[in-house]
């Protein structure tokens, strides 16, 4: 059996881009369940954020995910504001 090969200093970090569109998907439904919709799309902006950050700073290949989760995250929170604005 051959041993792995541990990732080297020049391999991507991508897990806040996946994190970030992960976490904006989930928040669109959890929009009816106000503290949960708002938080999560609150930590899909941040998380997306910091994913398209790094992205720019060569760490990370994965600009799509990490755009497509501050996205959805800002939708849910727009929608929670809107929300709150109706009723």
Known sequence: MQEPTPAGPGSPNNTLGVLA???GIASLPLVLCFGIGLVSG???VILGGLGIYRVN???ATNRGQAMAG???G???VLAVIV???VN
């Open 21 to 23: 569109l992960v976490l």
């Open 42 to 44: 609150i930590a899909a």
């Open 57 to 59: 700073q060569g760490q």
């Open 70 to 72: 501050l996205v959805c």
């Open 74 to 76: 800002a939708i849910a």
């Open 83 to 85: 929300i709150i604005v």
